[in-house]
């Protein structure tokens, strides 16, 4: 059974900066790509980042394109996303996810818990 456990988030001004983690067990971690998702309050989760197996191929949301980046480290089966130039719109649960049905569509299989991120203006 896999598991992704995010960490990292918390409360920050505006203007600063968070790196979001997701630490995966139970599967073969570099044979999937990952991806991060956001819900806010009241909103639909919507897609952030994605990273292809071997992290050779990325896309971004354009309200994230140019602040965030996505990486991973197939030695440690870890996920992270670097989140700089926090805006108070960037508050949400951070979820990462694996094993998209459909790379295009952001479609995703497995699911972690979440986390918090919460920026201040």
């Known amino acids: 059974q896999v598991q992704l456990v995010e960490s990292g988030g918390g409360l920050v001004q505006a203007g600063g900066s968070l790196r979001l983690s997701c630490a995966i067990s139970g599967r073969t971690f570099r044979s999937v790509p990952m991806g991060w998702f956001r819900q806010a309050r009241g909103k639909e989760r919507e897609f952030v980042a994605a990273i292809s197996s071997r992290g050779g191929r990325v896309k971004y949301a354009d309200s994230v394109k140019g602040r965030f980046t996505i990486s991973r480290d197939n030695a440690k089966n870890t996920l992270y996303l670097q989140m700089n130039s926090l805006k108070p719109e960037d508050t949400a649960t951070y979820y990462c996810?694996?094993?998209?049905?459909?790379?295009?569509?952001?479609?995703?299989?497995?699911w972690g818990q979440g986390t918090q991120v919460t920026v201040s203006s």
């Open positions: 996810a694996g094993r998209p049905s459909n790379w295009d569509l952001n479609d995703y299989n497995d």
